[in-house]
């Protein structure tokens, strides 16, 4: 987050919600930590490098949507990093674009908008679909 804003990417060529803007995200590679992970994603996908005291656990969210398997979403923030965001996979995204916290676009994955919102409630837990 910067300023009151959240970094999204609009989804593009993944076969899963393109179309649809989603925080910057990806899956665990085996063997490695949640914080581990979050950091390599970010510097995958947008090319900012983090260190483990820059990334804070907010919200969980038990997620399913119309005929998937449920899931569960771990979302942490950032509030500092080095580097500027680039758009690090142009093939899977179709942009990268700040928004307010407060408004974020209707075209947002339902999961993360959900967290997004209990999160600025003030909430770390939710059950989205189930």
Known sequence: MRDDEILLGMRQ????????WHLPSGHLEAGE???AGIIREAEEEIGLRLT???????????????????R??????A???????VNAEPHK????RWFPARAIPPETLD???EAIARYL??????????
Request: aromatic share 12%; hydrophobic share 35%.
């Open 93 to 96: 995204c179709a942009e990268l």
């Open 111 to 113: 999961y993360p908008a």
């Open 33 to 35: 930590s949640l914080p």
């Open 72 to 77: 569960v979403g771990v979302f942490f923030e």
């Open 52 to 70: 483990p005291e820059q990334v804070r656990f907010v919200q969980l969210v038990h997620h399913a949507g119309p005929g998937e398997e449920p």
């Open 13 to 20: 060529h993944t076969g899963y919600a393109d179309g649809h």
């Open 79 to 85: 509030t500092r990093w080095a580097g500027e965001p």
């Open 121 to 130: 409630r003030g909430e770390s837990f939710g059950v989205h679909g189930l």
